[in-house]
């Protein structure tokens, strides 16, 4: 019964999958992602000092070292220097030694939790983010149309792109309940609610076996349900307002796993968090959500609302959990998040 009940769910994951990229297709010419702010420089001339942060877990990880090592040696520069994250450190450490040692560019080799550790130390310094995306996501190098299935291609962009700045965002969690407290970065996209539990629940050998899809079945299986208990919400230190949810986004920008553009209107430099409240009750609501977002239609729907804000808190009565940029981080009960405009350093196309 479960393979069945697992074999039905890939089946529509794989429906939602194929009509989604074609939704975007058609739509592609309707929204440009150029930049907002700065547009892309070219690095100082001269030889760079590379740092690679290597998840060594990655399958691919020996074959991007060995790029990046041949890729340095034929531009005359210095050896890279290699540090490899381990499961107790996905790359903190790693990357202070990398700054400590003068690093003109670091590489998270690796997936989207690799690349915003090595974001959250680099946020705020001129030092070069370049990314060699080795991950089931790869989020952030999808909304910076990097070309994810051409790894030589990635580190030639991670050596010798031109770079620009963009925002990174940190969400901030307490648990009264447990009376813990945390701080996440986070690039592209994080979350409370719904979209958290299914990052949660998502199935570890199904996801190794089709990828992104696995996302996919598990939401189908968390669709049933009512919307969650009340929730305040405050937008720019605004009055709190109540909202019944099941799940509420905050964005950076707009692309998800299999070219989907949730928020076209989402830009990783404009200084602003886009914030999706969803809260459908019903297939119905789940249905039209799903056309909403595949076809980019403008009709609003009342169980999907979008606002703009550099900051955002929202309180619940009991822990909910909640996620950045496709990383489980916890239930908490009080939840703020916050924008810091083009704080990062990126290499990008040319």
């Not at 058609?26 to 907002?36: G, I, N, T």
């Not at 070292?65 to 005359?76: D, N, T, V, W």
């Not at 992104?212 to 299986?221: L, S, V």
């Not at 550099?310 to 998040?337: H, L, M, N, Y």
């Given at each position: 019964?479960?393979?069945?009940?697992?074999?039905?769910?890939?089946?529509?994951?794989?429906?939602?999958?194929?009509?989604?990229?074609?939704?975007?297709?058609?739509?592609?010419?309707?929204?440009?992602?150029?930049?907002?702010?700065?547009?892309?420089?070219?690095?100082?001339?001269?030889?760079?000092?590379?740092?690679?942060?290597?998840?060594?877990?990655?399958?691919?990880?020996?074959?991007?070292?060995?790029?990046?090592?041949?890729?340095?040696?034929?531009?005359?520069?210095?050896?890279?220097?290699?540090?490899?994250?381990?499961?107790?450190?996905?790359?903190?450490?790693?990357?202070?030694?990398?700054?400590?040692?003068?690093?003109?560019?670091?590489?998270?080799?690796?997936?989207?939790g690799t690349v915003r550790v090595v974001a959250e130390a680099l946020a705020g310094t001129d030092v070069a983010l370049g990314l060699v995306p080795l991950g089931t996501g790869n989020l952030l190098a999808r909304n910076l149309d990097l070309d994810i299935t051409r790894l030589a291609q990635c580190v030639h962009t991670a050596l010798f792109g031109r770079q620009r700045r963009i925002d990174t965002a940190t969400l901030s969690l307490e648990n009264r309940a447990t009376g813990s407290k945390s701080e996440h970065t986070f690039l592209v996209i994080a979350g409370m609610g719904m979209d958290a539990e299914?990052?949660?629940?998502?199935?570890?050998?199904?996801?190794?076996?089709?990828?992104?899809?696995?996302?996919?079945?598990?939401?189908?299986?968390?669709?049933?349900?009512?919307?969650?208990?009340?929730?305040?919400?405050?937008?720019?230190?605004?009055?709190?307002?109540?909202?019944?949810?099941?799940?509420?986004?905050?964005?950076?920008?707009?692309?998800?796993?299999?070219?989907?553009?949730?928020?076209?209107?989402?830009?990783?430099?404009?200084?602003?968090?886009?914030?999706?409240?969803?809260?459908?009750?019903?297939?119905?609501?789940?249905?039209?959500?799903?056309?909403?977002?595949?076809?980019?239609?403008?009709?609003?729907?009342?169980?999907?609302?979008?606002?703009?804000?550099?900051?955002?808190?929202?309180?619940?009565?009991?822990?909910?959990?909640?996620?950045?940029?496709?990383?489980?981080?916890?239930?908490?009960?009080?939840?703020?998040?916050?924008?810091?405009?083009?704080?990062?350093?990126?290499?990008?196309?040319?």
């Open positions: 019964m479960r393979n069945w009940i697992i074999g039905g769910a890939l089946a529509a994951a794989g429906a939602f999958a194929v009509t989604s990229w074609w939704g975007v297709r058609r739509l592609r010419e309707q929204h440009s992602r150029s930049a907002v702010g700065e547009p892309a420089q070219t690095p100082e001339p001269g030889p760079q000092q590379v740092a690679v942060i290597l998840n060594p877990t990655k399958a691919r990880a020996a074959e991007a070292e060995m790029l990046i090592e041949a890729a340095c040696r034929g531009a005359g520069w210095a050896h890279p220097l290699v540090f490899e994250t381990t499961a107790d450190d996905p790359g903190h450490s790693m990357t202070r030694k990398a700054l400590e040692a003068g690093a003109d560019v670091v590489i998270p080799c690796g997936g989207d299914v990052l949660s629940d998502t199935n570890e050998d199904l996801k190794k076996a089709v990828g992104w899809i696995a996302y996919t079945e598990a939401g189908i299986r968390h669709m049933p349900g009512r919307r969650r208990k009340k929730v305040d919400i405050s937008l720019d230190e605004g009055d709190f307002q109540t909202r019944r949810i099941r799940s509420v986004l905050f964005a950076n920008c707009s692309k998800l796993p299999g070219g989907v553009d949730f928020i076209p209107e989402a830009y990783v430099d404009d200084g602003v968090l886009d914030i999706v409240v969803m809260s459908p009750r019903s297939l119905i609501g789940w249905l039209s959500m799903w056309v909403k977002i595949t076809f980019q239609h403008s009709r609003p729907l009342p169980v999907m609302s979008f606002y703009g804000a550099q900051k955002v808190r929202i309180r619940s009565g009991e822990p909910v959990e909640t996620q950045v940029d496709g990383d489980p981080t916890g239930p908490a009960t009080d939840i703020s998040v916050e924008v810091h405009p083009l704080s990062l350093l990126v290499r990008v196309n040319g």
